[in-house]
């Protein structure tokens, strides 16, 4: 089986920003209350004009310039959603009519909630080794606003919209290690399609319990697989639901914080668009550049947890 390396990254933001002062006029919250248990200061709304289908676009051709590949080269495409306008086409589809990527591929969206985009790397990765692919789109991308109702203090702050992608390539040796898990549950629930407006239910503090469990086995158990210490990690981009859980994990782990990405204050949690999104100012901030080694970890709804141990390349410009 061969491994995978990210080539290009981009990234969507919906245009309404949304600070904690303006939920405060709404609902019996305030800034003081919502930054010091979350991390969060604002997050970003769709605007009339936009989705989760127009922002996943957007990042999907801004990871494919970044990449210096073209949409032809593309062999499977896989999003990680849980809030797409349609339960069919998939949201991956219309990204690839959109775009015009060919036909004769595998095409598909990954409901792992905020573990979506990790998940998707991971099952783009076996389509590429099945199919003989060279180049995978994998995207995670939300519109949570329109699944938030915004009377209830408890999750209204918690969540904004945004996209990211990346681009990866087969490789031949390199590095790669995965792990991926499940515990059946409703910590965090969403209704499906029926009579009633499908809403966000999330039971915080058992799902905070389960994320700072979660995020350091990832990276113990990638860790173990990789033979290799976080000293060897350039960077560790987990998934941006609060910025106490990754504080927790730092401290657990006793691991230099400074490796820790976070952009929760200016995004909150955009579930399966958290890691592509913080991966992308990653990449475009040159915290970790071409070579790099990185660690990708989510959690969220499902329960789900996932991992992936990964390094940056660039575009192998003798395959595909
Ligand atoms: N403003 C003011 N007060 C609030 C707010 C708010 N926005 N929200 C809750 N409170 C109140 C509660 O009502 C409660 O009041 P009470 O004591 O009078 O009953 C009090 O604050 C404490 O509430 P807790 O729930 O105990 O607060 P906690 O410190 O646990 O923080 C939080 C809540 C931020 C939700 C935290 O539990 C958390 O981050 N959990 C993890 C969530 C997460 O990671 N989700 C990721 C997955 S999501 C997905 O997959 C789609």
């Known amino acids: 089986m061969k491994n995978i ?74 999003c990680g959603t849980i809030s797409g306008e349609y339960v069919t086409p998939s949201m991956a589809c219309l990204v690839q009519k959109e775009l015009g990527i060919k036909e004769d591929i595998p095409v598909l969206d990954v409901n792992a909630a905020c573990s979506g985009f990790i998940y998707g790397l991971e099952v783009a990765r076996g389509l590429l080794n099945s199919t003989g692919g060279s180049y995978g789109l994998v995207i995670g991308c939300e519109h949570l606003s329109k699944l938030l109702d915004m009377e209830d203090r408890n999750t209204c702050v918690l969540f904004g919209d945004g996209a990211g992608a990346c681009v990866i390539q087969t490789v031949e040796g390199g590095l790669y290690q995965s792990v991926l898990g499940a515990r059946g549950g409703y910590e965090i629930a969403v209704e499906g399609p029926g009579k009633e407006r499908s809403i966000i239910h999330m039971d915080g503090k058992a799902v905070f319990k389960f994320a700072v469990e979660a995020i350091p086995k990832c990276l113990h158990e990638l860790q173990k697989k990789g033979n290799i210490t976080l000293d060897d990690v ?87």
């Open 5 to 78: 390396e990210i080539i290009g990254t981009g990234m969507a933001k919906a245009k309404r920003c949304i600070t904690n002062d303006d939920l405060a006029k709404t609902v019996d919250t305030s800034d003081e209350w919502i930054t010091t248990r979350t991390g969060i200061k604002e997050r970003r709304f769709c605007s009339e004009e936009e989705d989760a289908y127009t922002l996943a676009y957007e990042a999907a051709r801004n990871a494919l310039s970044s990449a210096n590949v073209k949409a032809e080269e593309i062999d499977c495409i896989v």
């Open 234 to 320: 350039d960077m560790v981009v987990c998934h941006q639901a609060n910025s106490r859980i990754i504080d927790h994990c730092i401290r657990k782990l006793h691991a230099d914080a400074g490796k820790f990405y976070k952009n929760m204050d200016r995004f909150g949690n955009t579930s399966a668009a958290s890691v592509p999104m913080a991966l992308d100012e990653v990449v475009k901030t040159k915290k970790a550049k071409v070579g790099d080694t990185l660690m990708l970890v989510g959690f969220g709804g499902g329960l789900t947890w996932a991992g992936v141990l990964l390094r940056i390349g660039e575009k192998h410009e003798t395959i595909g």
